[in-house]
């Protein structure tokens, strides 16, 4: 079971970024998946889920409208774009499979996860 998040770096406030996370064929089949974020210090949290049949997303407050979560099953990827972003969205993030099918916010929904890509933003 693998996910590898990448497209993270250093970028400037209001600039975008998209991160792709590329699951095993295992990992992704049927499964919800999300993207989490933690901060130094901080305790990690929810950014944007996405079912399996992309018929459901959800999104944290502070990144709705501005985030978006999209998947593509054919080729077992996830992508997280981030536009206008503000250096409090700086964060290593997380990409995760779930359990089940549905999008979920809650770290206990998720059985399997990536090992990060760092965001930072300059003000």
């Known amino acids: 079971v693998q996910l590898q998040a990448s497209g993270g770096g250093l970028v400037q406030t209001r600039d975008c970024l998209r991160l792709?996370?590329?699951?095993?064929?295992?990992?992704?089949?049927?499964?919800?998946m999300g993207w989490f974020r933690q901060a130094p210090g901080k305790e990690r949290e929810f950014v944007a889920a996405i079912s399996y049949r992309s018929d459901s997303t959800v999104y944290a407050e502070s990144v709705k409208g501005r985030f978006t979560i999209s998947r593509d099953n054919a080729q077992d990827t996830l992508y997280l774009q981030m536009n206008g972003l503000k250096p409090e969205d700086a964060a290593k993030y997380y990409c995760?499979?779930?359990?089940?099918?549905?999008?979920?916010?809650?770290?206990?929904?998720?059985?399997?996860w990536g090992q990060g890509t760092l965001v930072t933003v300059s003000s």
């Open positions: 792709p996370c590329v699951a095993s064929r295992r990992t992704f089949r049927n499964n919800g």
């Open positions: 995760a499979a779930s359990r089940f099918a549905r999008a979920g916010r809650a770290d206990s929904d998720y059985a399997y």
